[in-house]
């Protein structure tokens, strides 16, 4: 899965501060998702893109957006990050008619 | 909305025991996947069930649909220390099918094997 890649793969920042965080794939893939991981909840769904045009929410876009600049690329931001936010973030990617997502190595974010 | 429930949460086993993990829908599925995700490391597809009643095993591992199509199964038989990490369940609806499902994970459950 080293198609699905994520930068940074660590962040600190502070409370207020705004973030991006970046997922780039050499797949092909035209799905892509992201995801944020807490323990004890599992994987829950912030944004996903069917296409470049197409963006959707997820069930925790609250605080967060998203851009996907190019096939290839769709980028996670938070406006101004909040210590609730603190978790590990996957971007995901699937190819239209496939049944599995390939997940990139996560990023870890924490806010103070 | 859609929720999907796992049982349980964790589950610590001696080597050579069996694990079953439990997943069950509020809602009727189109499909489910599993997922595997050892620690430190990023989930990865293990398996997609689509039919009502479906079995399928790959190895040790046997997966199950229920006949509703609400609720599924991840059966290990005799664990190995390999087998450590938080297995995923993930449901796509009904009314999400086709080219542009989404997916609605289960919190998981953790195994730890002692060797």
């Keep these: 899965d080293a198609d699905v890649t994520q930068t940074p793969r660590n962040r600190i920042t502070k409370t207020g501060k705004r973030i991006m965080l970046e997922c780039s794939q050499t797949k092909g893939h035209d799905r892509m998702y992201w995801y944020r991981q807490d323990p004890g909840l599992g994987l829950r769904l912030i944004y996903y893109s069917f296409d470049v045009k197409d963006i959707n929410k997820g069930e925790i876009s609250d605080g967060y957006s998203v851009s996907r600049q190019a096939q290839a690329k769709f980028s996670l931001s938070l406006e101004s990050a909040i210590p609730n936010q603190t978790a590990l973030y996957f971007c995901a990617t699937r190819l239209a008619g496939g049944n599995e997502q390939f997940f990139g190595p996560g990023t870890r974010l924490t806010v103070l | ?115």
């Excluded at chain 2, 694990?19 to 499909?31: E, H, I, R, V, W």
């Excluded at chain 2, 620690?39 to 006949?67: A, N």
């Excluded at chain 2, 190995?80 to 369940?89: E, I, K, L, N, R």
């Design chain 2, 1 to 115: 909305g859609q929720q999907v429930m796992q049982i349980p949460q964790y589950q610590h086993v001696q080597e050579g025991e069996d694990f079953t993990t439990y997943c069950n829908s509020s809602t009727t599925l189109s499909n489910i996947q599993w997922y595997k995700q050892r620690p430190g490391g990023h989930p990865v597809f293990l398996i997609q069930l689509v039919k009502s009643g479906e079995v399928k095993k790959q190895k040790r591992l046997t997966f199950q649909f229920g006949e509703a199509k609400k609720n599924s199964s991840l059966h290990i038989t005799a664990t190995q220390t390999t087998d450590v990490g938080t297995y995923f369940c993930a449901g796509s609806g009904v009314f999400s099918g086709g080219s542009n499902y989404k997916l609605t994970f289960g919190k998981g459950t953790l195994l730890t094997v002692n060797p």
